[in-house]
């Protein structure tokens, strides 16, 4: 992929900053599209693009011409989308449509979107369990749509929960903020924690770039490809290798979990990452290291 | 529902102006929704309100606090959508969100969204056979949204082919339009029939607008109401009757079926619309015979 192009959509998020290092750190050129001119982009090139607006879409498309397209602009958090629902489906569903419709005029791109784990499955019920689920099924139904109707080569990825140093807005990323303002004696506030027994799959954002890397370089046109790091944590182990790092005990409050928020876990069928010769590399107790170091030095 | 009020949007079109006589008739307060302010309403007070525009749907519905809505704006032309599939999703699923969000300030209102038979079933495939099928795919689960996450009062109303006086743009329309073009010496061009032996549904406009009336009446929140006529015709039946009232014999060409156009008729379980005391009433020659008295006097 050394010397090609690539387009970057939500570059000024959390996978975004790690993908436009990553993928400019392989020689190749970046576009990175962010809605606000002020946003700081370390890697790469700077484009400025609201992804509500349609025309913007389609005259950044037809001016850059990709050899690849990385879609990861649009909105995820659940509470959010209860708030907000039109919005949600605007930033992700929208979106995604524009995006993939601009792209016809360039046959040869490859372009990966990535999904959520958290859509819910049409086939066995129409009722999704919140806003955000109903956007990522939505978007899932786009690809397919564009891939099938119009022939274009659009793949899906679907990491579980991403964490790793940057501006995240999941557990881990909640965990050292509390740490470091405890260690600051900024609050005495308890952190809530869902439940001590729930599972999850959590994977280093630097293994997802790599993935989203062999996708869009290896992948069939039209498959989805769940990416996880195959281990399922307790949200108890969790909090405590975040304790074992914190120089001041951090206060905690188990809360019931919210049966409404959590999506039953879907487990990934690993063998689909595994034949494109991926695996997840770093320890769930790395990327905890590196997370708090990140929000230390914030 | 006299004296109660009621909101139609696409009141400009082939359903909307019969809407709009019929619940006008039955002496409702009627607030046709059209998008161009020079768009002739008969019956009921003319809104001007672009179903593309967010603010707009919400100030409007704000405004006029509806006890009912009958959602009929959308597009609806197949080959149309191959041709601008990101417009056709705007136009029948944007719009759809837009206002049943915008509704959910008015909890006892109760709202018809017009489906179609044509949506796919994406409990058996992922792939639609065209983007108008997705666009009223996504328009059912955005009802089945609204009301299973946030408890609106909707139903859905999936017609079978609609005909009658009127500016359709349906085959009977378009036959009826021919004749009276072959009457008038304005035309030798045959009529393109893309099949004989293609059976097809077809239902008098005016017995549907019955049926929506009684569904908003009677009907059970998040119910969808398949309403047909229960008669299948062949479209060589179709073509012999305009025949039958032709003044001048009609040149007729028949195609292959396309079958990349029609999808295969769903049937519709009758029960369900006899249940609530509705069956249709307007015998096909009937329709015919107004439809082509419509073209003679345009």
Redesign the interface.
């Known amino acids: 992929m050394k010397g090609k192009s690539i387009l970057i959509t939500g570059a000024g998020g959390f996978t975004g900053m790690h993908a436009c290092e990553y993928f400019a750190g392989i020689g190749m050129q970046v576009y990175a599209s962010v809605r606000h001119l002020d946003t700081n982009v370390l890697f790469g090139e700077k484009i400025v693009c609201d992804m509500m607006h ?1 025309e913007q879409i389609y005259a950044m498309v037809r001016q850059l011409q990709p050899d690849y397209v990385l879609h990861l602009a649009g909105r995820n958090s659940v509470p959010e989308s209860w708030k907000e ?2 919005s949600y ?2 930033t992700n ?2 979106s995604t ?2 995006l993939l ?1 601009a792209l016809r005029e360039i046959p040869k791109c490859r372009t990966l979107v990535i999904g959520s784990k958290l859509k819910f499955d ?2 066995v019920t ?3 369990p ?2 955000y689920s ?1 956007s990522k ?2 978007q899932q ?1 786009a690809v ?2 564009w891939v ?2 119009f022939g274009q080569f659009i793949m899906l990825a679907e990491p579980s929960n991403l964490i790793g140093p940057g501006p995240s807005t999941g557990i881990c990323a909640l965990l050292a903020r509390k740490m470091v303002q405890v260690e600051r004696n900024v609050t005495v506030e308890p952190f809530r924690l869902s439940s001590t027994e729930e599972t999850r799959d959590f994977l280093d954002i630097r293994d997802a770039v790599r993935a989203y890397r062999i996708i869009l370089e290896n992948g069939k046109q039209g498959q989805s490809y769940p990416i996880e790091s195959g281990k399922l944590l307790r949200l108890g182990e969790v909090f405590q290798t975040f304790q074992h790092y914190a120089r001041t005990p951090i206060p905690v409050e188990v809360a019931g979990n919210d049966a409404g928020i959590h999506a039953p876990v879907h487990h990934a069928n690993p063998f689909v990452m595994n034949e494109l010769g991926w695996q997840a590399r770093i320890p769930f107790d790395r990327s905890v290291q590196d997370i708090i170091q990140y929000f230390r030095n914030q």
Chains 1, 2 share one sequence.
Do not use: A, C, G, W
Request: proline share 12%; charged share 15%; aromatic share 8%.
């Open positions: 349609k629902p039109v489906l605007e569903v929208m449509f524009y419709d049409i086939r129409s009722q999704p919140h806003p109903l099924t939505m139904m397919n749509t099938h109707l």
